[in-house]
């Protein structure tokens, strides 16, 4: 859960507050740092209760207790921690208190949508059937949690609310993690044969996996610039961000450089999530 959060989780929260504090960009007013502040615990929490259900419902499965048996033997049900009864109370209790979330602070859909996206991947094996079909689930995953998380912050049923330029962002947001979450399924590439699950490195092949890898973050780096009409001494960091995971993926290859680049990748996409603060600021 450690690396969802890092990876996931992170980024989640970072678009709700980048969204607030990027004046009115993205929301239909400037949302006040102590609104931001005081809205940060329940939506750390909505979060990273998704993680959770996330977490347990990708570990519970038969399927998946013989993938991590190979790539992460540490994890709680693989190592007997915890039988996967208890995991599934855990689950369903959990799932509970994010639908009781999401109705009071008015993100029931964004919840919903969440849960939903959860039960296609793992439950409805959406993530191992078909690798076009994975990549398309976890870039829309961002949609209803990235929604969720910038209503939470902003305090939806206010009077500022995330404006249409809000959901063309996330939009473009899910599109780049759509094309270029490959990154995450090198590491874990003998796991997901051993299983049979048809990831893009194992239908495709590592070349190509880490080519198209490569050609997306290249592409969005300079795309999501162009988009924001920013200039270019504003671009050092991602670019830099962006080169670097490039590199990563070009020349390690391994399973610890590949956690290390999908690492990198998470970081870059972080990094995304920032321009419109800079365009705020340059403003």
């Given at each position: 859960?450690?690396?969802?959060?890092?990876?996931?989780?992170?980024?989640?929260?970072?678009?709700?507050v980048l969204s607030a504090s990027s004046g009115n960009l993205l929301t239909t007013a400037s949302v006040p740092i102590a609104t931001i502040?005081?809205?940060?615990?329940?939506?750390?929490?909505?979060?990273?209760?998704?993680?959770?259900?996330?977490?347990?419902?990708?570990?519970?499965?038969?399927?998946?207790?013989?993938?991590?048996?190979?790539?992460?033997?540490?994890?709680?049900?693989?190592?007997?921690?915890?039988?996967?009864?208890?995991?599934?109370?855990?689950?369903?209790?959990?799932?509970?208190?994010?639908?009781?979330?999401?109705?009071?602070?008015?993100?029931?859909?964004?919840?919903?949508?969440?849960?939903?996206?959860?039960?296609?991947?793992?439950?409805?094996?959406?993530?191992?059937?078909?690798?076009?079909?994975?990549?398309?689930?976890?870039?829309?995953?961002?949609?209803?949690c990235g929604i969720g998380s910038t209503k939470l912050i902003v305090g939806n049923g206010g009077l500022i609310v995330p404006n249409e330029?809000?959901?063309?962002?996330?939009?473009?947001?899910?599109?780049?993690?759509?094309?270029?979450?490959?990154?995450?399924?090198?590491?874990?590439?003998?796991?997901?044969?051993?299983?049979?699950?048809?990831?893009?490195?194992?239908?495709?092949?590592?070349?190509?996996?880490?080519?198209?890898?490569?050609?997306?973050?290249?592409?969005?780096?300079?795309?999501?610039?162009?988009?924001?009409?920013?200039?270019?001494?504003?671009?050092?960091?991602?670019?830099?961000?962006?080169?670097?995971?490039?590199?990563?993926?070009?020349?390690?290859?391994?399973?610890?450089?590949?956690?290390?680049?999908?690492?990198?990748?998470?970081?870059?996409?972080?990094?995304?999530?920032?321009?419109?603060?800079?365009?705020?600021?340059?403003?």
């Open positions: 859960m450690a690396a969802d959060i890092r990876t996931l989780a992170t980024p989640i929260l970072l678009v709700g502040v005081t809205r940060l615990p329940i939506t750390c929490f909505w979060i990273l209760l998704n993680i959770l259900v996330i977490s347990i419902s990708n570990q519970r499965l038969p399927a998946s207790i013989l993938e991590d048996k190979i790539n992460k033997p540490w994890r709680p049900i693989v190592s007997g921690r915890i039988a996967v009864e208890q995991a599934s109370q855990i689950l369903f209790a959990s799932v509970i208190v994010l639908l009781g979330i999401g109705y009071y602070y008015n993100i029931l859909s964004e919840t919903m949508g969440c849960l939903v996206a959860n039960w296609v991947y793992n439950d409805l094996e959406g993530g191992d059937a078909n690798f076009v079909i994975r990549q398309v689930i976890n870039g829309l995953a961002y949609l209803p330029r809000f959901y063309e962002w996330i939009l473009i947001i899910t599109i780049i993690v759509g094309t270029t979450t490959q990154v995450q399924d090198l590491k874990d590439l003998e796991g997901d044969r051993a299983r049979n699950r048809h990831t893009f490195p194992v239908i495709l092949g590592d070349f190509l996996t880490r080519f198209s890898c490569c050609v997306g973050i290249a592409f969005w780096s300079v795309w999501c610039f162009v988009y924001w009409d920013l200039d270019w001494q504003l671009c050092g960091a991602t670019m830099i961000l962006g080169a670097t995971v490039i590199l990563s993926i070009s020349v390690l290859r391994g399973q610890k450089a590949d956690k290390r680049s999908f690492l990198l990748w998470s970081f870059w996409v972080m990094s995304l999530l920032a321009l419109p603060t800079f365009k705020h600021g340059s403003n």
